[in-house]
């Protein structure tokens, strides 16, 4: 087991703690968000890989993220309501952080350290998606044109690995 992973964390946009201890056993897809972003309809794509997959063990988590081109103008308070008004979005939610930079979220320092990109490991754009297996381990970076149904293969897989 991972236990780097599991001992990361987040917070809700309203400031209450997410231990990812809370995630172990549980297939886990990271993604950084932006409701204003032209990528954003992959929000139901998200939406339903976690209504088809979260009694089976997947956990989505979003991350909105501020940092490319101004495309998440909502604030803590407002994010969660515009993604299930706009989206339909019933997944958990962060508070905004940023990917890159000084101020890098801890997890996206941890992810794109174990999985660099293409082009390094420099997140690119809003809706860059990482999926770790149940013991933890990152298992892969998907680039952000990557539609959701795109990883459903591979979400299938880890999820039949229960060990």
Same mark, same amino acid.
């Given at each position: 087991?991972?236990?780097?992973?599991? @001992?990361?964390?987040?917070?809700? =946009? +309203?400031?209450? =703690?997410?231990?990812?201890?809370?995630?172990?056993?549980?297939?886990?897809?990271?993604?950084?968000?932006?409701?204003?972003? %032209?990528?954003?309809? +992959?929000?139901?794509?998200?939406?339903?890989?976690? @209504? @088809?997959?979260?009694?089976?063990?997947?956990?989505?988590? %979003?991350? =909105?993220?501020? @940092?490319?081109?101004?495309?998440?103008?909502?604030?803590?308070?407002?994010?969660? +309501?515009?993604?299930?008004?706009?989206?339909?979005?019933?997944?958990?939610?962060?508070?905004?952080?940023?990917?890159?930079? /000084?101020?890098?979220?801890?997890?996206?320092?941890?992810?794109?350290?174990?999985?660099?990109?293409?082009?390094?490991?420099?997140?690119?754009?809003?809706?860059?998606?990482?999926?770790?297996?149940?013991?933890?381990?990152?298992?892969?970076?998907?680039?952000?044109?990557?539609? =959701?149904?795109?990883?459903?293969?591979?979400? /299938? /897989?880890?999820?039949?690995?229960?060990?």
């Amino acid at each position: 087991m991972n236990k780097a992973f599991y @001992q990361l964390g987040a917070r809700t =946009p +309203q400031g209450k =703690p997410i231990p990812f201890a809370y995630f172990e056993g549980k297939v886990v897809l990271i993604v950084n968000t932006a409701t204003k972003c %032209g990528l954003a309809p +992959q929000f139901e794509g998200l939406e339903d890989l976690h @209504q @088809q997959y979260k009694s089976e063990g997947l956990i989505v988590l %979003g991350f =909105p993220c501020d @940092q490319f081109a101004g495309q998440e103008p909502e604030t803590n308070e407002t994010v969660e +309501q515009v993604c299930k008004i706009n989206h339909g979005v019933t997944f958990p939610l962060t508070e905004k952080c940023d990917v890159n930079g /000084k101020d890098t979220h801890p997890v996206f320092k941890y992810l794109k350290n174990k999985l660099g990109g293409f082009f390094g490991s420099r997140i690119k754009w809003n809706f860059t998606k990482f999926l770790i297996d149940r013991k933890g381990n990152p298992y892969k970076r998907y680039a952000p044109v990557k539609s =959701p149904a795109f990883l459903e293969k591979d979400i /299938k /897989k880890l999820l039949r690995h229960t060990t």
